[in-house]
RNA sequence: GCGCCCUUAGCUCAACCGGAUAGAGCAUCGGAUUUCUAAUCCGAAGGUUGCAGGUUCGAGUCCUGCAGGGCGCGCCA
């Protein structure tokens, strides 16, 4: 019985899933018609876009990789299959090539379908259930709330919200997160600070080397200007009452008990401000914030140590040195360790300080923990790549405290080199010259800040040129991404003068007579949209959004080059003069560019623009 | 000394779960174009994927060793 041959498109999007699927399908029919011995293991057969287009539009490699269950030359088998495969009627061709690919070329009305399902779907192109609604935690951004963000931070936050973004499209049930550091030593040399300024805002004539010297060793840390509304700001809430005088009537701290758990929470208040304005003006919009203070606070530590405990992997023990560099003042010492060997780390790791409170691994544990007991199996976290050392022992807590159950895993975010017009710009706090992500943003916009952090792999070191950044050329991929969809946008209006609003809404322009979209570059462009749903779920999968700033880049190529074409041959416009139903089918692919432009803008949360400055 | 990451065209980087002849941009070279489909276009050349082995029908990709760079290495976060 002949089904039609429109019917199976619609119900997925991923038409590569879709004919492994088939293709599979093939191989168990052969096996069933004793073809093929019973029972292999498909697994491994991918089903892919061929690199080459003289490839056709689909290649598998099942004949090469069921080649030696089968027991079967390769060639053999790929022409089992493709006898199959011939008969599907979406199928126009098949051939065997090289050492026992299968390629298929698809009929035409395939791909007309495809963007069928763009204009249909919008922006949503591309949404896919492959993460069949499980929970994800995204961790990112997560510093000490100890000063405003700098670049390296953006980079961080950037590729967490895209990961986020990317997750979400993929399916997911995706929350973005933040832990606040704002538990142990650095956010006491935070409150340190602020005291220095607060004694200034009431009047004190007190340099830095003066405070310095009367304050605990290296709790004079953050000296940027930023702190100087803190101290002002303190004053204005606690007016002198924070403050004693000395025997010549000058202000100072008291005892720290008395002053610094208000400084210091006052002053996390507007560190966390300040860094929620920071993350705003990114436009990164994370739901939770996680305190560790508090979770310390409410026993989440000792809850998640005794949990380790019970299962025999706590215990007093001695480390050795680390072999070859054995630090001046090492002696060793008996410590409370989590036993991270047995899941994978290189060493044992402590718990707990000498003065008897966690370590900042103890509480981490506690907050994975949490993640893990909120509902999340799936937790990602982006840090910097100084935090390296740290993933193994991370990873071997979740293990430990979920029972397996629990997949961590790190992203690490390389450094940012910053420099304008290739001239490095110096990050020296002391010289003064230190630029802050506020000051980028400021300067060339977040939407371009968010895309040139995400055209490099997480783990590669990241050119930022703030010149390049706002140029308008190709060198700048952010402008020629959008301008490609500010182009579309054009056609669009200007069809506007030829068709009414109607003719041009996008369920109209899927009726369009797509057949007349005939010229090789107008299929390869839409051979690249058909991609794009299996481009967002590898990427999701490998946890890699730089994959789509490289896929927009690729697809905004292609569509330069067919306008580009136009320039020359007045024939392959847009808007073609006396025909109408041709102008419709193309602007239905233009229409189809800006919607899946939109769909990977949106993953970044960059806003498509309508037309450039 | 140990662990993790990195090494791909002159430069900056891609390469989807191991697939076919390793791809882009810049720079270089050669053409086109003097304009409105705005902020060029087309083409060429460019490679022992750091080195040496191994696994595989097939390796930039996986394994081992080596070299170079980065990060980290008992109570910093």
Not at 138 to 166: C, F, I, W
Not at 233 to 243: N, P, Q, R
Not at 372 to 392: P, Q, S, T
Request: charged share 25%.
């Amino acid at each position: 019985m002949p089904k039609p041959e429109s019917e199976p498109m619609n119900d997925s999007v991923n038409i590569f899933q879709e004919y492994r699927h088939r293709i599979i399908a093939a191989v168990e029919a052969a096996a069933a018609a004793g073809a093929l011995p019973a029972g292999l293991d498909t697994s491994r057969v991918s089903v892919e876009p061929p690199r080459e287009a003289a490839h056709g539009d689909i290649t598998t490699n099942a004949a090469m990789v069921l080649a030696k269950p089968a027991g079967m030359k390769p060639r053999d088998l790929a022409v089992v299959l493709a006898e199959r495969l011939a008969a599907l009627d979406t199928v126009a061709g098949v051939d065997i090539a090289g050492p026992g690919f299968v390629n298929l070329r698809l009929k035409q009305s395939v791909l007309y379908a495809q963007l069928v399902q763009v204009l249909k779907a919008g922006p949503a192109y591309g949404d896919t259930t492959l993460g069949a609604g499980a929970p994800v935690n995204v961790e990112y951004v997560s510093t000490n709330p100890t000063g405003p963000l700098h670049v390296g931070h953006g980079r961080g936050a950037v590729v967490g919200d895209a990961l986020a973004g990317l997750l979400e499209k993929a399916g997911y049930a995706v929350t973005r997160e933040y832990y606040i550091n704002d538990a142990g030593a650095q956010v006491d040399a935070l409150a340190w600070s602020v005291g220095f300024r607060y004694l200034q805002a009431l009047g004190e004539k007190i340099s830095e080397e003066t405070f310095e010297g009367s304050c605990p060793q290296g709790q004079l840390q953050y000296r940027g200007e930023y702190l100087i509304p803190v101290g002002r700001a303190l004053m204005e809430k606690f007016g002198d009452s924070l403050a004693i005088k000395d025997e010549d009537g000058a202000f100072e701290l008291p005892a720290i008990d008395e002053w610094l758990p208000k400084v210091r929470e006052f002053a996390i208040d507007a560190m966390m401000d300040l860094i929620r304005e920071d993350l705003a003006a990114l436009g990164v919009r994370q739901s939770v914030f996680s305190s560790e203070r508090q979770l310390a606070g409410r026993g989440a530590v000792e809850e998640a140590l005794e949990f380790l405990k019970e299962r025999g992997l706590i215990y007093q023990g001695i480390l050795e040195p680390p072999k070859g560099k054995t630090p001046d003042d090492w002696e060793p010492r008996e410590q409370t360790l989590f036993r991270a060997t047995r899941f994978g780390d290189d060493v044992d790791r402590p718990v707990r300080k000498s003065d008897g409170s966690w370590t900042y691994f103890a509480t981490d544990m506690a907050y994975h923990l949490d993640k893990y007991r909120r509902g999340f199996k799936i937790m990602i976290n982006v840090w910097g790549a100084d935090h390296g050392g740290y993933v193994k022992r991370m990873r071997a807590a979740v293990k430990a405290l979920t029972g397996g159950e629990g997949e961590l895993d790190v992203k690490l975010c390389q450094m940012v080199n910053l420099t304008d017009d290739g001239k490095p710009v110096k990050m020296s706090k002391r010289a003064g010259t230190f630029v802050t992500l506020r000051d980028v943003i400021d300067k060339v916009g977040k939407d371009v800040v968010r895309f040139i952090m995400l055209t490099r792999k997480n783990d590669a070191h990241l050119d930022f040129d703030l010149t390049q950044a706002q140029e308008q050329s190709r060198d700048n991929p952010v402008f020629y991404v959008q301008y490609a969809h500010a182009r579309c946008r054009s056609v669009l209006r200007h069809a506007a003068e030829e068709f009414t609003s109607e003719e041009l809404a996008p369920r109209s322009l899927a009726r369009a007579k797509l057949g007349r979209l005939a010229d090789p570059a107008e299929i390869e462009l839409i051979r690249t949209m058909a991609q794009w749903p299996r481009m967002v779920e590898g990427a999701a999968l490998a946890h890699e959004p730089h994959r789509i700033a490289y896929y927009l880049q690729e697809f905004a190529g292609r569509f330069h080059a067919l306008w580009n074409m136009g320039k020359d041959n007045a024939s392959l416009r847009f808007i073609a003069t006396n025909d109408r139903e041709l102008s419709l089918a193309r602007l239905a692919l233009v229409q189809g560019v800006a919607f899946v432009i939109a769909s990977g803008l949106k993953v970044f949360d960059v806003e498509p623009v309508e037309e450039l400055r």
